[in-house]
């Protein structure tokens, strides 16, 4: 179990510059979250995939920003025309989902470490 | 969505118990308890989860109210590597059979050597 890994780890842009982050799921997980961060606060929920569907959508993600989960495996984020207002730790998580239905609330959720955006 | 209400910060003597509370006085019956922890610098990281009934596992312990409007987290034997942000979160269905995870601003533990 090699963990959720997270790529690039810090990324420095121009403001008005496209940026991609991507991550790896636990393998055999196929529920995949991404999950925005501003300093002092907790984890924001953005979207979150069940194999390649994406099912939820927060109001967070404006059109400039787009995920993607093409296979049911690795998962991308791609900020296009960032704004410094982007500037933050974009977290992806993942989860194997309950077998049962009635236990969705016992789902746990294993995060990477995270990209941290600079966006000048 | 159930919210939850943490103090800021908290402080702990190494090798010392900590109970990390918090108050969810609008949780409903079937919403479970999660609480995670995010050290510096990393990913937050499942801690422990509970119904109704108080839950141990090798990390922690979580004692739930018999009215299940407040919750307290137990690390036994507080350590460094202990001090972290402390969210306890209750889980926000959606109607896509999935949930989210609403993170508060959480308590920031801080322990003393």
């Known amino acids: 179990d090699t963990g959720v890994s997270q790529n690039p780890r810090h990324k420095i842009t121009k403001r008005g510059q496209n940026v991609t982050f991507r991550c790896d799921p636990i393998?055999?997980?196929?529920?995949l979250y991404w999950y925005r961060q501003t300093l002092g606060q907790g984890p924001e929920f953005l979207t979150y995939?069940?194999?390649?569907?994406?099912?939820?959508k927060s109001r967070l993600l404006s059109d400039r920003f787009s995920a993607e989960r093409p296979k049911g495996s690795f998962s991308t984020l791609e900020i296009q025309r960032t704004e410094q207002g982007d500037s933050a730790m974009y977290l992806c998580?993942?989860?194997?989902?309950?077998?049962?239905?009635?236990?969705?609330?016992?789902?746990?959720?294993?995060f990477g470490p995270g990209t941290r955006l600079t966006v000048l | 969505d159930a919210k939850t209400t943490q103090p800021n910060s908290m402080e702990s003597n190494e090798e010392e118990p900590v109970h990390l509370p918090c108050n969810h006085s609008?949780?409903?019956?079937?919403?479970?308890i999660h609480w995670y922890r995010q050290l510096p610098s990393q990913g937050p990281e499942y801690v422990i989860h509970?119904?109704?009934s108080n839950v141990n596992n090798r990390m922690a312990s979580l004692a739930i109210a018999e009215d299940r409007k407040s919750s307290t987290l137990i690390l036994h034997r507080a350590t460094l590597r202990d001090a972290a942000v402390y969210y306890c979160?209750?889980?926000?269905?959606?109607?896509?059979?999935?949930?989210?995870?609403?993170f508060g601003k959480g308590t920031k533990l801080s322990v003393i050597p």
């Open positions: 998580a993942s989860s194997l989902g309950p077998q049962d239905r009635e236990l969705l609330g016992t789902d746990t959720q294993y």
């Open positions: 393998s055999e997980h196929n529920r």
């Open positions: 995939f069940q194999n390649e569907a994406q099912l939820e």
């Open positions: 609008t949780i409903s019956g079937t919403d479970y």
């Open positions: 509970g119904l109704t």
């Open positions: 979160i209750l889980i926000f269905f959606t109607g896509a059979g999935s949930y989210q995870l609403t």
